[in-house]
C-alpha cells in the first residue's frame, strides 16, 4: 500500500545518508519530483500537506531511490541535468555536467558579448552533452556556435539537446579535436580539419572542459569513477595531453585578441600557464570557481 510524502522522504534520506550520498535530501526530494512529474517544490508542499503516494509511485521511488543508493548518477536517474537555466538530456555514455563548469561558461559568454562583431562565433570542444555550447547560444543570442566531441554514444546526446535547444544557431560536429592540432604532420587532414578551415583566424572565443583526470589518477566519486565516461576524463599520465592538443588548435582557429577558455583540476593552473605561454599566447590567468578552487585558465590569442 502507498505512504505519505513526508514519510517516505524521512525514510529515503535516512537510506541515502547511509549510502553516503552527499545531500541526501535534495536527491531524495528530486527522485519524488521526477516520478510525480512536479517541480521540487510542490514536492514539499505534497509532504507538509500529508499527501500519500499511490502504490505504483511509491514502488518506482523506491526503485530509484535503491539505485541511487549504488551510487547510479541522480543524472541519469531523471534524465535530466540542468546547467546555467536550460535542461540538458544525459544518461550512460556522456559526462553530466558540473555546477563547476558554469563559471566556465561564464567566461566564454561574457568574452562573447564584448565582441564588436553582429554575430560573434564560439567554438566548443569536447561538448560532451553539449551544456556550454547552449548555454553560450541561449545567453548570447547573436552567437554562433560550433561544437565538436568525439564519442559517438555523447555525441547522441548532444544531438538531442542541440534540437530541442539549439535554435539552429549550434552545429554539431563528430570528431576528434586531436585532428585539429596542425603540429600533428597528418598529410591528409580528416573531415574535422576541412571543417574547421574556413574558420582560421575568425573565431572570436574557443571554450573547452576537456578530460584533464591523469591516467593513474582513479576519481574517488563511485559517480564519477563507474559512471563517466573514461573518453571524458582522462588525458595522459599528467591530465594535460588533450589540452596541449587544444592550445596548438585554438592559436590558429582564435582571432587575434580572441580568447581561449580551458577548464581544469585544481593544481593544473602553473603548469596551464606556462604551456600556453609557450604556444605564443598572451596574459595568461587562472581563476577560481565559487568553491574557490582553481578551475579554469583564460588567455588571448
Known amino acids: 500500500m502507498g505512504a505519505p510524502v513526508a514519510a517516505v522522504l524521512s525514510e529515503l534520506r535516512a537510506q541515502l545518508e547511509a549510502a553516503g550520498i552527499e545531500d541526501p535530501g535534495a536527491d531524495v526530494e528530486l527522485i519524488v519530483a521526477h516520478v510525480l512529474d512536479v517541480a521540487r517544490g510542490r514536492v514539499q508542499a505534497l509532504a507538509i500537506l500529508g499527501t500519500e503516494l499511490g502504490d505504483d509511485e511509491l514502488a518506482r521511488i523506491r526503485d530509484l531511490a535503491d539505485e541511487r543508493a549504488r551510487r547510479v548518477p541522480l543524472q541519469h536517474l531523471t534524465g535530466r541535468a540542468p546547467f546555467r537555466g536550460i535542461e540538458l538530456e544525459v544518461g550512460p555514455g556522456v559526462f553530466v555536467p558540473r555546477p563547476e563548469t558554469e563559471t566556465v561558461a561564464q567566461f566564454a559568454i561574457d568574452a562573447l558579448r564584448a565582441v564588436p562583431d ?3 562565433l564560439a567554438v566548443d ?6 551544456a556550454i555550447a547552449l548555454a553560450l547560444a541561449n545567453e548570447v543570442p547573436t552567437a554562433r556556435v560550433r ?8 555525441h547522441a546526446w548532444a544531438a538531442r539537446n542541440v ?13 576528434d579535436v586531436a585532428d585539429l592540432d596542425p603540429g600533428a604532420g ?3 587532414p580528416g573531415p574535422l580539419a576541412a571543417a574547421f578551415d574556413p574558420l582560421a583566424g575568425r573565431v572570436h572565443v574557443l571554450v573547452s572542459n576537456p578530460p584533464y583526470v591523469p591516467s593513474g589518477m582513479v576519481p574517488r566519486d563511485p559517480e564519477v569513477r563507474d559512471h563517466d565516461p573514461e573518453l571524458a576524463l582522462y588525458s595522459g599520465t599528467d591530465g594535460l595531453d588533450l589540452i596541449r592538443v587544444i592550445s596548438r588548435a585554438a592559436r590558429r582557429l582564435v582571432v587575434p585578441g580572441g580568447l581561449l577558455v580551458l577548464e581544469h583540476a585544481e593544481g593544473q593552473g602553473r603548469a596551464i600557464r606556462e604551456l600556453l605561454a609557450t604556444d605564443g599566447w598572451r596574459a595568461a590567468a587562472t581563476h577560481q570557481d565559487l568553491t574557490l578552487r582553481d578551475r579554469a585558465t583564460t588567455a588571448i590569442r
Open 118 to 120: 553582429p554575430e560573434p
Open 125 to 130: 570542444l569536447c561538448t560532451g552533452s553539449g
Open 147 to 154: 561544437a565538436v566531441e568525439k564519442s559517438p554514444e555523447a
Open 163 to 175: 534540437a530541442r535547444l539549439g535554435d539552429g544557431r549550434v552545429e554539431l560536429l563528430l570528431g
Open 186 to 188: 597528418d598529410p591528409a
